[in-house]
């Protein structure tokens, strides 16, 4: 299990945001997490990655780590198991492609130039973006830098990707491109989870359903079924 939330409470500046959250995430899980602005979907992924703490002895466990007594000096080894995908992407806009890239594989101990440039040209192939390697940001569209963002997390080949209204700024070709991506990525083993406000893309893109609404996490993938029935179907 890389995700085990068990009564969980989410709190933020001394207010509960979520109660008695229960969530299980395993190797391969396609999540999403929808609700209204302000009903807590990014505290909750905050929570997975550390950023926000849990309130009361409740279980909350992370890739094998119990995060209500994770050490602040261990929360760094927990992120470089995971990718982490922003809504406004946060590339370094004073470097190319390949060095934000290269940023990341230099901080996370490639030592080697020739397998950092290997790994950079392959994850930037599987997102469609190798001819954008020596671009600099700002000379992308907002599509193609969370292309871009994607390949980032990817690079440590990740057990879970965790992201945050990846598709919120863009037009719904380019949106359901990047689900499209994240979707298949989840099938190569590691988990994605997400929070998005594009809910015509749940049918199109069949996962587990959690909504946020009025305090509580509730499971709700039995509403967005139809598809995930109809592609079993075909099998």
Not at 24 to 35: P, S
Not at 40 to 47: A, F, N, Y
Not at 213 to 234: A, P, W
Request: net charge neutral; hydrophobic share 35%; proline share 3%.
């Amino acid at each position: 299990m890389l995700i085990n939330y068990q009564k969980v409470n989410i709190v933020q500046d001394g207010n509960t945001i979520l109660k008695d959250v229960d969530m299980q995430v395993k190797e391969g899980d396609f999540v999403y997490i929808i609700g209204k602005v302000g009903s807590g979907k990014s505290s909750l992924l905050k929570t997975m990655y550390c950023e926000l703490d849990h309130d009361g002895p409740e279980k909350a466990e992370v890739l094998g780590r119990d995060v209500n007594t994770i050490r602040r000096r261990d929360v760094p080894a927990l992120r470089r198991e995971m990718g982490i995908i922003f809504q406004d992407f946060q590339l370094l806009h004073d470097r190319s492609v390949r060095k934000n890239l290269e940023f990341v594989l230099k901080a996370t101990g490639w030592r080697k130039r020739k397998e950092r440039t290997e790994r950079i040209e392959s994850v930037l192939a599987a997102v469609d973006m190798a001819d954008k390697i020596d671009k600099m940001p700002y000379e992308l569209s907002g599509g193609e830098q969370q292309h871009i963002a994607i390949a980032r997390a990817v690079l440590n080949k990740p057990r879970i990707i965790i992201a945050d209204e990846p598709t919120g700024n863009l037009d719904m070709e380019t949106a359901r491109h990047i689900v499209s991506l994240l979707k298949n990525i989840s099938k190569d083993g590691t988990a994605v989870v997400m929070t998005t406000h594009n809910i015509a893309l749940l049918d199109e893109f069949p996962g587990t359903v959690f909504r946020c609404k009025d305090g509580k996490v509730t499971d709700v993938t039995h509403e967005y079924r139809q598809m995930d029935l109809t592609e079993d179907s075909k099998d």
